[in-house]
């Protein structure tokens, strides 16, 4: 053996066992590559359980702004949205067009009940949101030195008349909702619960969902967008109970994930995480099938054909993805197929 | 020179995508951004999968015999006391070490170069090392195919060639059982990443009739046609009279 040889036999021998050892450490030890790079989570995400079945962010004031929303407002009869946006103000306090930045909001199917947060930054007026929150029967309390403005019911009779909603029946079981103030320019609003344990983690730390290591690494890599919404597949459809033929009937996902991007159109790339390799093969043959489908059905559709040709499945291992662009044309065609809503007055 | 390239071009590939994001951030395709992994699993199906392994193959697995013979030095090989398909068997399992310390730890480099790109190296460990067996599996069956090429027939690198290149290529697109008779229909199922595809009808038809092997079956198949490749290509070395020209 020649002495280049030599150097060459030993480079490569190196080169595979220093890198099949590292990504062996990191496999069992969790060490994430982006450790080298800090790309920032929401930092919201510290006053969420470590619990938390599913987390999102929405960054309400880039959609809010975006020409997506706009056209969208216009194709949906923008009156009616701006009547029902002016009840939630009068209501709340709040303007989300203009008042909200940020949102980060969690389902903790843990325990018994969906206990929902909902942790949003932006400018509050936080005397008249109190004020408006005690007339419809909410009481304040204090909680480790915040105040806790807790609403027995808080919602059923309340939020069901948004807009053009005409049910008689309340939107969501009777739940104890309460709302503090965290630090100004920071609302917790959500099951009592989970409020109060966001104030716990506020004052004293602890496990979050800033902590959960795997939940992290799932919101990592989705960052890019202005919307996104990890969650725990398996945990949400124990939690729904469906019936057995329908449970059998879906695939065994364990982490799934949406990252989406609003601006002119929709950018999105939603993510599965199977049980094991072969779950993940078969997700993305129905996938394939159906995408293939699509492909066949739009060919005389061409509003449709960016969409469908934005189609890209993707994933490694145990990963399966969908990446789509949803240009503008496609809301277009959606909102002109729409009725539109007819308008309300504000004394309605 | 030609190693270099081969072996070189995917690493250089990784390193401008990995420089390209540190300043413009992920690459974006069809409006989606295109994480780490997913472009790992690109980049192994289409450059190593269709092209590197199958060039190496053709390449250095006709050579093990047809060098031998067009450098007339075969004469030294097979008056040695070693039968003849020992010799053959041999520089096969040479060539297995040198392709296989080749190819690996540039396949490991482009790993850790682009998966960090919005993935983690971790969690993506798994299909690394599926992608080395099945990169090895590769490299093992072609070579051995071409073995058997390089030792039957006079010209072998281009029937290789139009081998690699033309039959692997055109039977994977045929529905029928013709695809059987090639060694990607068997390679192609132990790819750990869905593969690219493209939006023409054709493609579309394609996934709908697409039929892949289930990973057993795809590695006895291999395991049969690496063997059985080199058996004949031992008893093509054992019976054939190679003439030397003048």
């Given at each position: ?5 030599r ?6 021998l ?21 450790a ?51 009840q939630f ?50 009481q304040v309390?204090?909680?480790?030195g ?10 059923e ?15 969501t ?76 009937q879906?695939p ?12 002119g ?28 489908l699509?492909?066949?059905?739009t060919?005389?559709?061409?509003e ?13 291992g ?16 959606l ?14 | ?13 990784a ?8 300043t ?16 790992f ?21 006709t ?131 869905a ?30 046609i ?13 019976t ?7």
């Open positions: 053996m020649t002495a280049k040889t150097y060459f036999v030993i480079a490569s190196l080169v595979m066992f220093v890198g099949l050892g590292t990504g062996l450490v990191a496999f069992y030890v969790g060490f994430p590559a982006t080298f790079f800090n790309r920032d989570t929401p930092n919201e995400l510290k006053y969420l359980p470590s619990t938390a079945s599913l987390v999102g962010a929405v960054d309400v004031r880039e959609i809010m702004t975006s020409d997506l929303r706009q056209r969208l407002r216009q194709a949906m009869g923008g009156e009616a949205q701006d009547n029902g946006r002016r103000q009068e209501l709340t306090g709040i303007n989300f067009e203009t008042d909200i930045e940020r949102i980060v909001a969690c389902l903790d199917a843990a325990g018994a009940g969906n206990n929902g947060l909902v942790i949003a930054r932006g400018t509050f007026d936080d005397v008249k949101i109190e004020a408006l929150m005690r007339e419809h029967g909410a309390q204090d909680y480790k915040k105040r806790l403005i807790v609403a027995p019911r808080f919602g009779n309340d939020f069901g008349k948004f807009g053009n909603d005409n049910r008689s029946t309340p939107l079981p009777p739940t104890i909702l309460a709302l503090t103030f965290m630090e100004p320019g920071l609302v917790a609003f959500g099951s009592s619960p989970l409020v109060q344990h966001a104030i716990d983690l506020h004052t004293a730390g602890g496990d979050s969902a800033a902590t959960n290591e795997e939940l992290v690494g799932h919101v990592r890599e989705l960052e890019g967008g202005n919307a996104w919404v990890v969650g725990r597949f398996d945990v949400l459809r124990a939690k729904a109970k469906l019936p057995d033929i329908v449970a059998n879906l065994p996902i364990t982490w799934f994930g949406f990252r989406g991007h609003v601006d159109g929709l950018q999105a790339r939603i993510t599965a995480e199977a049980r094991d390799d072969e779950s993940a093969n078969m997700l993305r043959d129905v996938v394939r099938g159906f995408l293939a699509a492909k066949l059905q060919t005389s559709k061409p449709f054909q960016h969409f469908v040709q934005s189609l890209q499945l993707g994933g490694t145990k990963t399966v993805s969908l990446s789509l662009d949803v240009p503008a044309q496609v809301f277009d065609a909102g002109a197929a729409l009725p539109k809503p007819p308008a309300q007055s504000p004394q309605q | 020179m030609f190693l270099a390239l081969l072996v070189g071009a995917p690493m250089a590939i390193l401008a995508v990995r420089i390209v994001t540190i413009t951030g992920l690459p974006v395709v069809n409006g989606a951004g295109l994480s780490g992994p997913t472009l699993g690109i980049l192994i199906w289409l450059l190593f999968v269709r092209f590197i392994v199958p060039v190496l193959g053709v390449f250095y697995g050579a093990l015999i047809a060098d031998e013979v067009d450098d007339k030095t075969i004469t030294y090989l097979f008056t040695r006391p070693v039968p003849r398909a020992a010799v053959l068997v041999g520089k096969y399992f040479s060539y297995l070490a040198c392709v296989g310390l080749l190819v690996l730890p540039s396949v490991i480099v482009v790993y850790f170069l682009v998966v960090p790109i919005g993935g983690q190296i971790g969690q993506a460990f798994p299909s690394l090392v599926a992608d080395l067996g099945m990169l090895a599996v590769g490299l093992a069956a072609y070579g051995a195919v071409f073995a058997l090429v390089g030792a039957q027939l006079k010209r072998p690198l281009i029937i290789g060639l139009v081998f690699a290149f033309g039959w692997e290529s055109t039977v994977l697109l045929i529905p029928g059982y013709l695809k059987r008779l090639s060694v990607a229909y068997y390679l192609q199922a132990l790819v750990p990443h593969m690219p595809q493209d939006s023409s009808a054709i493609s579309a038809l394609l996934q709908v009739f697409q039929e892949l092997p289930s990973v057993p079956t795809s590695l006895i198949c291999l395991t049969a690496t063997i059985g490749a080199l058996w004949l290509a031992g008893r093509a070395v054992e054939r009279e190679y003439v030397l020209e003048q």
